[in-house]
């Protein structure tokens, strides 16, 4: 096996540990580390949590003295300031490492090459680029909210293969099968905020919070349940009604208004909810862009919108969705029925959005599509 293989393969178990913070790590990214010398694995360790050692520390702490000489794999490189916790540059420089390879950059403007920098000047042998694409899907919100200022968006939506969301009297209730309900709870639970409109509220009275047991997470170590995500809704008028079910549960609950008033805000905070005002935009809404903004510099990495054809249209038209979900459930429910996406300005076919093919599968008795738009 020569060198460039070894190194992928070590990455690969890196990439793989990285994963089992895929429902916890949030606002940080999810970053695998694997400790090797003379071919064995002697250490590794994963991030587990903000505030808690780096997946460097976890993996040096398990190899012991057998890290002296031997190779790192880190998915990310390694950040070399002061956080919530001590640099791992300094870390992996104490343990007496000798080279350290790396899946990818740190696209934190902290970090960024000054990590690999600090590791080459101490005489570190450092490869850098190895199974670059895995490394960087660990984490899709915290490279584009580090290098663009915006969450990562996914929106989600459920239809009957007529493409079709609700009944004309609302009802909505189920169209998808169980396996593919699970399947968005574990969206939502790899997702730092889960937002929705003040009209699914109205409707429906959602909880938007994640109802799987550890069971449903085998990555995850026993009785450990993912953390919940903010719940996000987007109320111009402030109509949100103080009873409703998502403000009883645990978990925090953002609401972006338009509307500037004390006493509907206070009445608001009174029920645990925050409440945000954001500039409206030319057809007197909460300006999604901003609100997007707002997310990221409360560290926000990856958005799952869950919203009727409204609010998931507005998204699109705008083009900050960069993934959608869709899964569609083997019925039809005619065409009276309401649909996917509320888009008035599309008359004409070069009108249409283009939309790429990522990734089909089938979740039980549905079939789920992973999608982004077309550059």
């Known amino acids: 096996m020569t060198r460039e293989d070894a190194d992928a393969r070590m990455m690969a178990r890196a990439i793989v540990l990285a994963r089992r913070g895929l429902y916890t790590t949030d606002p940080n990214p999810r970053v695998g580390c694997v400790l090797v010398q003379a071919g064995e694995i ?24 057998r890290a002296r000489g031997a190779t790192a794999y880190v998915t990310l490189e390694p950040c070399c300031h002061f956080g919530r916790t001590p640099p791992c540059t300094d870390a992996l420089l104490v343990a007496g490492v000798e080279r350290v390879v790396i899946g990818t950059e740190d696209p934190n403007p902290l970090v960024r090459g000054k990590g690999l920098a600090r590791l080459r000047a101490a005489g570190i042998a450092v490869r850098t680029g190895v199974l670059e694409a895995d490394a960087q899907a660990l984490n899709p919100g915290f490279e584009q909210r580090m290098r663009g200022g915006l969450p ?13 969301t609700a009944m004309a009297s609302g009802e909505s209730k189920w169209i998808t099968g169980t396996e593919a309900r699970r399947d968005v709870h574990r969206l939502r639970a790899r997702s730092s905020a889960v937002l929705t409109g003040i009209g699914t509220v109205l409707a429906d009275d959602p909880s938007m919070n994640v109802r799987l047991g550890p069971e449903e997470f085998p990555a995850l170590w026993p009785d450990e349940l993912p953390r919940q995500p903010l719940r996000v809704v987007v109320d111009s008028q402030l109509r949100m009604p103080l009873d409703a079910r998502m403000l009883q549960l645990p978990g925090a609950t953002l609401i972006a208004t338009c509307e500037d008033s004390p006493k509907a805000i ?20 909460v300006d999604l862009h901003l609100l997007l903004c707002y997310l990221a510099e409360r560290e926000i990495n990856e958005l799952l919108i869950e919203a009727g054809p409204t609010l998931a249209g507005a998204a699109m038209e705008l083009d900050l969705v960069d993934e959608l979900v869709l899964y569609f459930a ?9 649909g996917l996406f509320r888009l008035p300005g599309i008359e004409r076919m070069e009108q249409r959005l283009g ?12 079939l789920r599509l992973r999608l982004r738009r077309r550059a």
Do not use: Q, T
């Open 266 to 285: 206070a009445r608001a905070n009174a029920v645990g909810a925050e409440v945000c005002v954001l500039p409206a935009d030319s057809a007197d809404r």
């Open 42 to 65: 002697v250490g590794e360790g994963f991030h587990r949590r903000a505030g808690e050692p780096h997946a460097e520390r976890n993996a040096i702490d398990a190899a012991g003295e």
């Open 330 to 338: 083997p019925h039809l429910m005619g065409d009276a029925a309401r």
């Open 152 to 164: 990562y968006v996914r929106c989600k939506l459920a239809a009957s293969l007529d493409g079709r």
């Open 355 to 366: 939309l790429a093919l990522d990734d089909v599968r089938r979740v039980g008795y549905d």
